[in-house]
């Protein structure tokens, strides 16, 4: 069963994690990035525009590319066994 | 044997399947009942109140008992003291019975157990977040106060002013670029396309700060154009992958006889790939509608603060932040926030499940 299903499981899986690393709105409206539960968007959000930071809000736009870096790497992979263009 | 087996995975699934459902279900139930409820209400007991339950409800009142009220009275079947009555007995049959007031004016109380549901529901909480009026507050000790609507009504158009070009555009570039991938050589194609791929996954902050600064430039900033240009280009990258995935699947022999016919290729794409890519566009239109209707952070930064240009999530991200105590308010601001996306998810929900699969996940 799995192995019928893996690669929308792991479509699925890559997915979530990319919408869920650059996750904003409900952490900077439930908290502000308070308390310790700050994310990278919302740290970056808070340097770029409220601290006028402009330096530290693009090196942290910057990691959060670094962050995905993997993920596009295995979908260009993917896309080239594949081969798309035929 | 076999069969018996299925029937019991069968069983676990379903059952694994409605216990999903309803956690899920239980926050939006409990945010649609709740904008309802009158104020006092949500401060004073939970959303669930207003089913049926058993609880302590109040059943009569008395009149003091007439005579001496000084020793040890019998009233309801319960005995005991002015003092005692004061705090409450219970009577042999369960109920507890309270005097109210002092010893010479008052009443007796009595209260017991039975079925009872809280159905003081109001359609105010939609009126007050709805429109920008203002309307007096009552508080449950007298005073009043006057209080500015939260004109979600003009967010809510706003939020359409919005999503509906950005919707539109990217869609349609997008259908022009998928269809020059899919069926047209020319020089670069390969590589532009790795470029798509590549593209699908960066976060959208990586943008922010440099368009931000274009805008700037153009003196663009702030204006609806602005806003439908950055969702365009968030946008198009998987619109792009996910209708080449389509149209590169649509056969070739369509397109070759219609060629040999003459046709040019803007004949085709307008003739034969757009309306054979009808549940591909759908489903993107879909995805993307919702997408832009719920984003908070392209909106905060290229709208602003503005309070006649703000959509609604802003608003509501407002309200959140002013009101944070008034669940009435919250609670009927997120609902009407949600309208618009159910309605369209269960209008077009066909399209949403077969469109997205299509093409885009090969075995």
């Given at each position: 069963m799995v192995p019928n299903i893996r690669g929308t499981i792991i479509t699925v899986a890559t997915t979530t994690i990319i919408f869920t690393l650059k996750i904003f709105d409900v952490v900077w409206v439930m908290t502000g990035g308070q308390f310790g539960t700050g994310v990278i968007a919302t740290e970056f959000y808070r340097q770029y525009f409220t601290n006028r930071n402009f330096g530290i809000g693009s090196a942290l736009a910057i990691i959060l590319l670094i962050a995905v870096f993997p993920v596009m790497i295995y979908n260009l992979r993917r896309f080239r066994q594949q081969e798309g263009f035929r | 044997m076999r069969g018996r087996g299925i029937r019991r995975g069968a069983v676990f699934v379903n059952l694994t399947l409605i216990f999903l459902c309803f956690i899920w279900l239980i926050p939006t139930v409990g945010l649609f009942v709740s904008s309802f409820r009158d104020p006092n209400d949500i401060q004073a007991s939970g959303w669930w109140t207003v089913l049926p339950h058993p609880d302590t409800v109040l059943i009569e009142e008395l009149p003091l008992p007439e005579g001496d009220r000084t020793g040890v009275m019998t009233i309801e079947g319960a005995t005991g003291t002015f003092e005692e009555f004061r705090e409450g007995i219970a009577a042999p049959d369960g109920r507890i019975i309270t005097w109210v007031g002092n010893r010479r004016a008052g009443r007796i109380e009595v209260r017991g157990e039975a079925i009872t549901a809280n159905t003081n529901l109001t359609l105010d909480n939609?009126?007050?977040?709805?429109?920008?009026?203002?309307?007096?507050?009552?508080?449950?000790?007298?005073?009043?106060?006057?209080?500015?609507?939260?004109?979600?009504?003009?967010?809510?158009?706003?939020?359409?002013?919005?999503?509906?070009?950005?919707?539109?555009?990217?869609?349609?570039?997008?259908?022009?670029?998928?269809?020059?991938?899919?069926?047209?050589?020319?020089?670069?194609?390969?590589?532009?396309?790795?470029?798509?791929?590549?593209?699908?996954?960066?976060?959208?902050?990586?943008?922010?700060?440099?368009?931000?600064?274009?805008?700037?430039?153009?003196?663009i900033n702030g204006t609806y154009l602005a806003v439908w240009l950055a969702h365009t280009g968030f946008g198009l990258a998987l619109a792009t992958y996910l209708l080449f995935n389509y149209i590169r699947e649509l056969p070739g022999e369509i397109l070759e006889s219609a060629f040999i016919d003459g046709a040019s290729h803007m004949q085709v794409f307008l003739r034969l790939i757009l309306p054979l890519s009808v549940p591909a566009l759908a489903a993107f239109a879909i995805f993307q509608f919702l997408w832009v209707w719920n984003d908070y952070l392209v909106a905060l930064i290229f709208i602003g603060a503005k309070p006649d240009t703000q959509v609604l999530t802003q608003r509501l991200a407002e309200i959140v932040g002013s009101r944070g105590d008034d669940w009435h308010l919250l609670t009927a601001g997120a609902f009407i926030s949600m309208l618009l996306p159910l309605t369209v998810f269960f209008a077009l929900q066909r399209y949403f499940v077969r469109g997205l699969l299509a093409g885009s996940v090969k075995g």
């Open positions: - | 939609y009126e007050k977040v709805l429109t920008g009026k203002e309307y007096t507050l009552t508080f449950p000790d007298g005073s009043t106060q006057q209080v500015q609507g939260d004109d979600l009504g003009g967010a809510f158009v706003n939020s359409l002013v919005v999503a509906i070009p950005a919707t539109v555009i990217p869609i349609l570039v997008a259908a022009f670029a998928a269809y020059g991938f899919a069926w047209m050589g020319f020089a670069g194609r390969r590589v532009l396309f790795v470029l798509v791929v590549a593209m699908l996954v960066v976060p959208l902050q990586i943008a922010l700060v440099p368009i931000l600064r274009d805008y700037v430039t153009l003196g």
